[in-house]
């Protein structure tokens, strides 16, 4: 089956700089990438997906990039504000009905004020 | 929208009861409903996928006589925790997927059970 890497675990940033967090994939067959972010004592939060067909794909500070070749797709945060902190999951699956995802173990991303 | 609730948010009972989860998807229809497992600072164990109307499917190790999961309608799946121990203690998450997007899943707030 699917195996997502994650990395770093956890990632601190000053406020107003970047950050990025990138995931590796096994199956070549994947071709749906989801990111969650995920608050304390709450649900995941889809913020931005990308499918296979794009190489990448931009949401106001958020983008998302795919290397399909190196099965590698990565996050990216620009401006960061201290609202961002928080843990984000990357995640994989086929593109097909019910197909399930499968996720990375998750980033605790802390601004820095 | 893309809204799901989970009701109850918090629930704590005795060892040997069974506790009921509902997960709604509010403004969309959900074909298919999945439920997650969430231990303290780690990821989400896929527990198993429920289809309206038909059998639910679990994921290796999730024994479904405990983990009972009905999807009555496209808007509700429930699970149920029978018999519960408090090794069952987690947070649990539900997520749906719209009829009309085919791979976007949304999640619901999550449910923290303990049991004492």
């Known amino acids: 089956g699917e195996n997502v890497e994650q990395h770093p675990s956890t990632l601190s940033v000053q406020e107003g700089d970047s950050a990025v967090i990138k995931c590796t994939y096994s199956d070549s067959a994947s071709n749906y990438f989801p990111w969650y972010k995920q608050e304390l004592g709450k649900g995941p939060q889809l913020i931005i997906d990308i499918r296979s067909n794009v190489g990448e794909k931009k949401d106001q500070r958020i983008a998302v990039t795919l290397n399909k070749t190196a099965k590698h797709f990565s996050l990216h945060i620009t401006e960061t504000q201290p609202e961002d902190s928080a843990v984000y999951f990357c995640?994989?699956?086929?593109?097909?009905?019910?197909?399930?995802?499968?996720f990375g173990t998750g980033t605790r991303l802390t601004i820095i004020p | 929208g893309a809204v799901v609730s989970q009701h109850p948010s918090r629930v704590i009972c005795k060892s040997g009861t069974s506790v009921k989860i509902e997960c709604r998807s509010l403004?969309?229809?959900?074909?298919?409903m999945f439920w997650y497992r969430q231990f303290p600072k780690k990821s989400l164990m896929l527990m198993a996928t429920s289809n309206e109307g038909s059998k639910a499917t679990y994921e290796q190790g999730v024994e479904k006589d405990k983990f009972l999961i009905n999807h009555a309608s496209l808007t509700l799946s429930t699970l149920t925790v029978t018999s519960a121990h408090p090794e069952d203690s987690s947070f649990y998450i539900c997520s749906a997927r719209d009829r009309g997007r085919a791979l976007e899943q949304y999640f619901g707030p999550g449910t923290r059970l303990t049991v004492t």
């Open positions: 995640a994989a699956s086929l593109n097909f009905g019910n197909e399930k995802l499968t």
């Open positions: 403004d969309f229809q959900a074909t298919t």
